[in-house]
Each structure stands twice: as C-alpha cells, then as structure tokens.
C-alpha cells in the first residue's frame, strides 16, 4: 500500500515509524514531515490547512491511505474532501472533529447522551458569565470554547481568577481570539486524569493502551501547562475494572450518540478523563492521537499499525484485536528549549543521537530542522525519547539513560516522569 502521513511533530513521526514496520506498506510519504521522517519516508511540504492541496498530493502520488496526525487539516475539513473524492483517509470530517474544535458542542453532547463530566454552562456575553461566577464561586474551570493549543483551560482557584479569565476571552482583550469568544465555565472535578484512546469507525472501535500525561513544564507538576512534558503507557491507575466503566459510560454513548446526531465518528476518539470518586468524567475529547502520548502507545500495540489504521477507515474490525492492556510498558520523555511554552531560541545544534540509541531507545523528532547536515533545534518541544520495558521501572530507565546522552544548549527536560505510576505500581 501507498501511505501518506499528514503532519510533522513527534506525534506524527511515531506514526510513520510504526506503518513503516508493517510488510504491507510499499510506499511512504510524510506531508510536510521533519528530519526524523524523512530517515524513513520521501517529506513533501504541503500547508495543513489546505484540504485541497493534500488532496492532490494523495491524487498524484496515488495513495492508498491517508492517515491525519494533528487536528489543525481534520477541523479545516481534509477528511470532507478526501471522501468527496473517493480518497481513503482515516480521521473524523469537520463536523466530528468538532468534538475536539468546540468545546460548547462537546459539552452539549455529553449532556444530551448522558456522559458523565462537569456541570457547566457555555457563554458569550461577559455580564451573563460574571453573573454565573457570583453563584459558583472557585475552585472553577473557565475554557475558551474553541482550539487554543492546549493553553485555553483556566483552572481558578480563587474568584478573582476566575472573573479575570472571562474578563480576557470575552473582554475586550479577546487573548484567545476567536477560539475564546464562546467561554464555557465548569465544575472543577478532583481527581487524578489519564487518557483513553479509541480507534473508531461508527459504533465500533478498538482500544490502544491508557496513558498519562505531564501536562506541566516544570518537575512536580509547576510550571505552566505545555503540549506535555513526557507520558508513560499503560497507566496503572486504569485498572480493568475503570476501562469497562470507561467504555460502557463514555465510548459507548459518545459514539452511539454522534450516530444518532447524524455525524458517526470515525477517527481516534482520545477521552481525557478524570478519575472522580464518583468514577470516571470526561475532562475533554480530542479528535487525534496525544503528542507525546501516541509515541509510547503506538509502540505498545502489539499488532499491525497499518492494518489497524486501515480496518478503521474501512469499517472493518472482524481482524483485529483489542489491545487496552499491553504486556510491555513504554515511556517518553520531551527534550524541551529552555523557555518553552513561552519565548525559546533555535537553530541549536543536536549531538548524540547514535549514541543515546544504542540502549535500544528511540529518540523521535518534534520541533527540528536540518541545515545541509547539520541538526538544528526547531521548536519548544525538540524530541521525545522513547523507551520500552517490561515493566515501567525498566521502560523509564531506558528512557532518562538515553536523554541525557542527546546534547544541545538550551535543553531541559523534567526528571519526575512517571513518578506517580511507579508510586500506584508499588503499592
Ligand atoms: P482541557 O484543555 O479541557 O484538556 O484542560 C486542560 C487541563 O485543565 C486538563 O488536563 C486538566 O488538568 C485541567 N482541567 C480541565 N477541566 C477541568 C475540570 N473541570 N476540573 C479540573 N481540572 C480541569
Ligand atoms: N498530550 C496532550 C495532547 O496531545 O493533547
């Protein structure tokens, strides 16, 4: 088969590795891809949010199948004109992707098929949303309804926080622009949150194993909130017993609710989820693999990536297995430039990726860039270095073992991955 993958982070290179494994793919094109892709597949630069143009490419190179990293082409609509097409793409149309896009739909949907997440109310007029706040007073959740890189969520412990976070999205600041000109306004749920992947077409889907994330820049979760920080799979706090609560009160009705909507979903339906007291609640919906979450999952999977990628497109699960619960472990951990998420500097020469290899880890590429043969630093997030074990102990070893060994200036990275999950693993 002809592959196409679209996009260019580490997300998108662990795709590329994992359908470059499989005895079925002939051909491999990365649209635009990285340096790390481009070991392994021919990279072509191509503008994600030009559902046109990734069209032509998938005509001209004659692609079997395309598969979507990020969610920036699916909410501009690529899945819409590859099926207008006849073209195989997996991923959600424009409209399913709106589980991801908007915030104000998402919610609406939980409510209306009964999935269990915080109380909320969505707002555009800043004096209804400062009413609401005099009655639900902190701790509260203010998001801006729309995409906003992950940085949109305002967790306000204090009532000035929380009247100040309306008073930007829908103040005269506007600081998420459009995507913060409909503010939904939650309940703070406590808990401890993983994240649930599903490879869905329709009703039926497969499951990848769980993960958790490190949402903060900083060790001990400080900081501000980045893309993640580094993750590990499977995440001992998603026990067998949660997973069956987790599909039958939140995958199951999703899906079945988005056929009833006359929008089935096919695509990766990943649930950010925290565990309440109370069970399992849904903290947000992505439409899209987690970066870096997908380069530890992918890895874990211990079937045919392409295969699987393939059936969902096509409707077709009868061959594959279900693979919530892996029998390795796996971590990464994100070679960050000092300053991200705010202001970093680039063009930082890379050394030592041979050599942080040879313990059998994989150092997969986010933010670089090659100038003639020399690796440069790209981006906020450089690498994610990847490492595998039986158990998670093993897998974090492998991973730090060969972080260090990887060298540019301006490099940080946080040293408590996985802390909590060795934590609950050895109790
Ligand atoms: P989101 O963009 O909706 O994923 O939110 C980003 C982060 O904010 C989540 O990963 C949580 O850590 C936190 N968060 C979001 N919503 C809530 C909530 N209702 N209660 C507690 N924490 C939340
Ligand atoms: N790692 C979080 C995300 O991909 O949204």
Redesign the pocket.
């Known amino acids: 088969m002809n592959i196409l993958v679209l996009g260019s982070g580490g997300r998108e290179h662990s795709i590329a590795l994992a359908v470059h494994k499989s005895p079925q793919c002939s051909k491999l094109l990365c649209a635009p891809g990285n340096p790390g892709m481009a070991t392994i597949a021919k990279c072509i630069p191509i503008s994600l949010t030009d559902p046109q143009a990734m069209a032509n490419l998938a005509e001209q190179e004659q692609i079997d199948l395309t598969i979507v990293g990020p969610e920036i082409p699916l909410v501009a609509g690529v899945v819409d004109e590859f099926q207008k097409r006849g073209l195989l793409i997996f991923g959600p149309t424009a409209k399913a992707a709106a589980l991801e896009g908007s ?1 104000a739909f998402s919610k609406a949907i939980m409510k209306r098929y009964g999935v269990p ?2 109380a ?1 109310e969505s707002f555009t007029d800043l004096d209804a949303a400062k009413a609401y706040l005099k009655e639900h007073p902190a ?1 509260i ?1 203010v ?1 801006a309804s729309g995409l ?1 890189a ?6 306000c412990l204090s009532d000035e926080e929380a009247h100040q976070a309306v008073e930007d999205m829908l103040g005269e600041a506007a600081v998420f622009g459009e995507s913060g000109k409909t503010v939904v306004i ?6 401890e ?1 993983a994240s649930i992947f599903a490879i869905c077409h329709g009703k039926d889907y497969i499951l990848l194993a769980s993960a958790q ?1 490190h ?1 903060r820049a900083f060790d001990n979760d400080q900081g501000p ?1 980045t893309g993640g920080m580094g993750a590990y799979a499977p995440a001992p706090i998603v026990t067998d017993s949660l997973l069956e609560k987790v599909k039958k009160t939140i995958i199951e009705p999703t899906l079945n609710g988005m056929i009833q909507e006359n929008i089935p979903y096919t695509g990766v339906l990943y649930v ?1 989820i ?1 565990v309440t007291k109370t069970g399992p ?1 849904v ?2 919906y ?1 439409c899209r693999l987690g970066d870096p979450e997908s380069q530890i999952v992918l890895p874990l999977y211990e079937g045919d990536v392409l295969e699987l990628f393939d059936a969902a497109a096509k409707g077709d699960f009868s061959k594959i297995k279900d693979q919530a619960l892996p029998s390795k472990s796996a971590a990464i951990v994100v070679l960050a430039s000092k300053g991200y998420p705010g202001e970093y500097e680039t063009h930082k020469k890379v050394t030592g990726i041979d050599e942080a290899e040879k313990n059998g880890a994989q150092v997969l590429h986010a933010g670089t860039q090659l100038d003639g043969d020399t690796l440069l630093t790209a981006g906020g997030r450089v690498f994610g270095v990847v490492g595998i074990g039986d158990d998670l102990a093993k897998a974090l070893d492998q991973a730090y073992d060969a972080a260090e060994k990887v060298q540019f200036e301006t490099k940080f990275y946080r040293r408590d991955i996985g802390k909590k999950g060795l934590q609950k693993c050895s109790n």
């Open positions: 915030k997440t915080a909320f701790p959740v998001k906003a992950g940085k949109g969520a305002i967790v939650e309940e703070f749920m406590e808990g949150e994330d949402k909130n950010g925290m609640r903290v947000e992505n």
